[in-house]
């Protein structure tokens, strides 16, 4: 019998061993703050922090940058319904209680160490699964490679690679802070990118991974710009990355974006302004689809490149007093009209890229590589400079399929 | 270049762990095989072997004498004391033979004991004509009484005095008659029964409205009645030592894979209890593994899904007293498949289908999910989710594991009591146990709103398995899921799923895989697991029961 006590006794201790362990990993999801947005900046000390290191609360660090965390919901969270959890909330930066958001501000010259310094500060510590935008301020690209910067946000192992990168052209904080209430400028920075399909003049997200990519091909990239004045935003033009240095080196503006979309042939949305030969009245065409296609040709030592492009769509404003009636005369005229436009955005991406900026972002040397492979290993390493020489042409044709749902 | 192999070398931290990995499951079936094998030969030893059950002793067991007082009075001895055995005697009309009756109150029909025995015998008697024939002797007294006065269809006759007690006691009436050497036995126990009622267990919206009894014969009438057909065998037997009780072992002869039913048969003649109340009890004294959580034999009221899985080629079993019937052998498909699936047609059976699948594995997997994206991995949840999870739980004091244990353990105690609840203040009561708990619950900030929108859907979706039995299985389950999503999280809820998994491969129910056929994958059964194919496509029956004819136009 004593046997069986035993036995019974080990099972039960081998239990034991097992249940005791308990949950040692676990972390209550109220015990944690998402962090939803990350603003990095050229240092900047806020308020608080001068205050704190005059007390002497400061460690070995230069001040290199300035990371702004945008978490929610902040701390005294409206509850039920009573409003605003009174008091000011502890960051730099939100005075208001109606915000639905906090930023939090520290500088130091390592992100993950500032990361990690916000757990001295917050009882609940931050958690980056939910960082949806990282917002790089253009000062801090401009000084700093965004392979430095960006290190420690690819290695690490809790940031999704599926976070939106822009580029402020003021300061990130500036991007990431918002008057109105209930707004959280994270949210809405990722939501704007979904409207391409309302206009052509925002570039396809570039999330971490495509920053990657990028940045890993050697390539010089677009990222988009937000610009900011008042606490409100604006998505506009596109600020270019070196590929080489991996640092900002310009601006693209909205119009340049247009022009480049017409080449990538991805306009989904969007409309076309331009005036009418006649009377120079306002005429625009929405775009529905486009196609375009690169095509490089080489002869003996000469690169050059065609650009073919396609787009049909449909006429959606037409300012003519009194109306012209739309004859297929007109339309083949206003057709005509439209691809001047397109021509002309064109025409000046191409100076930007080739004149001004010498980087090659319509993806011309991609195409040179798929068709002449061998061509392109010897150019490689000075792409950019040819790019800048290489004569490009273009044809535009534009289908206006219908005149909307006019009556004449 | 040996430096770079012993590199890759692993430290023995990490050789121990593997060995763990390797010795810990194998001492786990190791401990569960001998903890069977205990239970098993434990159940085998059988301490009454040496005094088999005990029986009337000789002295009752001899041949009745003949002589009608004293077989009377020895009947009465033997089972007169019984305050529901009744003697009735009187005097055979036209002779001056005595004669009585002795049967069972309550359970002997009395109509058929007036109209067919007393009034024959009381009234008409024998005729002055027949009076020289009938009592020349006893033998002729005794086959004039069979043949001219007893018009009844069951009538046995006997001589010794067991057999008389032994059936007055199951209901039959018998008859002595002064002056002839045996006893008539006659009729059989017309005692209450139940009607035959919706099975309350099983409901459908359509198909047959109808269900087993508690009474045998009347279930054997209702399988019949289920279709004409020569080749549905019901054979008998008798279970029990003490109380014995009918069972019937159901196939189709031409079906029906006949190593199956020899090895049904040979399960049975190993039974060995003194009464099985249920068919509960054969279901768990002929079952393969009893520690699995899942049932191997099912059990129904429905008489249309049992005659449907002996077409099958599977085999029933029915046991007197007791309106569930045993299906066996047991698939894992089975339990979650509706007779309904079939009746409808094959597109809206399907999607029922999977949508049952769907809810048993919210059932099983639901809160385990809940507390380990709570607790483990917040990034799991989509943003404005986490965000609104976030406040809600802000203020609940206890870890997500607590909490589902809480809600998940009332839920179950008010299904519990639901049961046994008298049926006016049932429905009265859930709206209390339901709404008021839950809601108040939430109000007292000691569960989270979220919480309780999982508890309820984990609890509606465990209604929608169409076997009770099944459902109480990953009700359990549901808890172990629990604690190992509280210990581990999703890294535990796999673990513990693959548990299952491994576990299910391994069961078997009569031979046959309990995956069957998903494991052993034949692809060609796949036709009635998670879609019901039209009926046009199923024309063969399911391959993993080895059945003998295989075409089911046939």
Known sequence: MSRHVRRVLLAAASLLLLISTGCWSANEIEDVTVSIGLGLDTAKESAFEKEINEQGAHYPKENVITATIQIIPPINAKKGGQGGGGGGGGGGSSPSSEKAYLNEQLTGDSVIQIFRQFSLRRDRPIIGHHLKVIVVARELAQKYSLEQIFDFILRDNEIRPSCLVVVSHRSALEALSSEEPGEIPALYLLGVVNNRYRSNKILPPVSLIKLDSAMQSGASFLLQNVVTAKDEHKFSGAAIIKGDTKRWIGELTQYDIEGLSWIKGDVVGGALKTYASRGSYTIAYEPETSKASIIPEVSGDDISFHIKIKTEGSLIEDWSFPEVPSSPQYIHELEGQFEEEIKKQIRQVLHKMQKVYHVDVGGFGEQLKFKYPKRWRKLKERWEDIFSHVPITYDVNVTIKDVASSTD | ?554
């Open chain 2, 1 to 554: 270049m040996w430096s770079v192999i012993l590199s890759y070398i692993p430290k023995w931290t990490i050789l121990v762990q593997a060995l763990l990995l390797v010795v810990i499951p194998l001492l786990l079936m190791a401990l569960f095989g001998w903890i069977r094998k205990a239970i098993i030969s434990g159940y085998a030893l059988h301490p009454n072997q040496a005094s088999p059950p005990i029986k009337e002793d000789s002295s009752e067991s001899g041949p009745l004498t003949g002589r009608y007082d004293t077989d009377l009075s020895s009947v009465r001895a033997a089972i007169g004391y019984n305050a529901d055995v009744r003697v009735r005697e009187f005097t055979i009309r036209g002779t001056e033979n005595r004669a009585a009756i002795v049967y069972v109150d309550g359970l002997s029909d009395v109509d058929i004991i007036d109209t067919h025995l007393i009034t024959p015998l009381m009234i008409h008697g024998i005729p002055d004509t027949d009076q020289e024939t009938a009592l020349r002797s006893s033998d002729s007294l005794q086959k004039y009484i069979a043949n001219r006065l007893l018009p009844v269809s069951k009538l046995n006759e006997t001589s010794k005095l067991q057999e008389l007690t032994r059936s007055v006691l199951i209901g039959q009436t018998a008859l002595l008659v002064e002056g002839i050497q045996g006893v008539f036995l006659i009729g059989a126990a017309q005692g209450k029964v139940r009607n035959v009622e919706e099975p309350l267990s099983e409901a459908l919206l359509r198909g047959p409205r109808i269900g087993f009894t508690e009474k045998l014969e009347d279930n054997m009438g209702l399988l019949r009645m289920q279709g004409q057909n020569e080749s549905l065998i019901m054979s008998q037997f008798e279970v029990g030592n003490r109380v014995k009780k009918n069972m019937i072992v159901a196939y189709m002869q031409d079906i029906a894979d006949p190593r199956l039913v020899d090895e049904v048969h040979s399960r049975i003649q190993r039974i060995d209890i003194d009464d099985p109340l249920e068919s509960g009890y054969i279901e768990q004294l002929i079952e393969d593994n009893i520690l699995s959580p899942f049932p191997q034999l099912q059990n129904t009221e429905r008489p249309d899904r049992v005659i449907a899985s002996l077409l099958e080629g599977r085999v029933a079993i029915l046991l007197d007293g007791t309106p569930f019937a045993l299906i066996l052998p047991t698939t894992f498909s089975m339990l979650l498949q509706s007779p309904e699936d079939y009746y409808e047609r094959w597109i809206p059976g399907s999607f029922v289908r999977i949508l049952r699948f769907l809810a048993a594995m919210l059932a099983l997997l639901a809160p385990a999910l809940y507390i380990s994206f709570i607790s483990f991995h917040p990034g799991l949840i989509p943003t404005k989710l986490a965000l609104s999870i976030i406040e809600t739980r802000q203020g609940v004091p206890f870890p997500s594991i607590i909490e589902a244990l809480i809600m998940e353990i009332s839920i179950e105690i008010l299904r519990e009591a639901g049961i046994r609840l008298p049926k006016p203040i049932g429905p009265a009561m859930g709206i209390v146990g339901g709404l008021i708990i839950g809601d108040a619950a939430v109000n007292a900030g000691i569960v989270s709103p979220f919480l309780v929108i999982v508890v309820a859907v984990t609890a509606i979706s465990s209604f929608t398995i169409p076997v009770y039995s099944a459902g109480i299985t990953l009700r359990i389950l549901r808890f172990a899921a629990m604690l190992i999503a509280g210990a581990l999280g999703i890294y535990g809820v796999i673990m513990f799923f693959l548990l299952i998994c491994c576990h299910l491969v391994r069961l078997k129910s009569f031979g046959v895989p309990y995956l069957n056929p998903l494991i052993p994958y034949r692809i060609i059964d796949w036709k009635d697991i998670l879609i019901r194919a039209p009926l046009k496509v199923m024309k063969k029956r399911p391959y993993m029961l080895r059945p003998n004819d295989a075409d089911r136009r046939n």
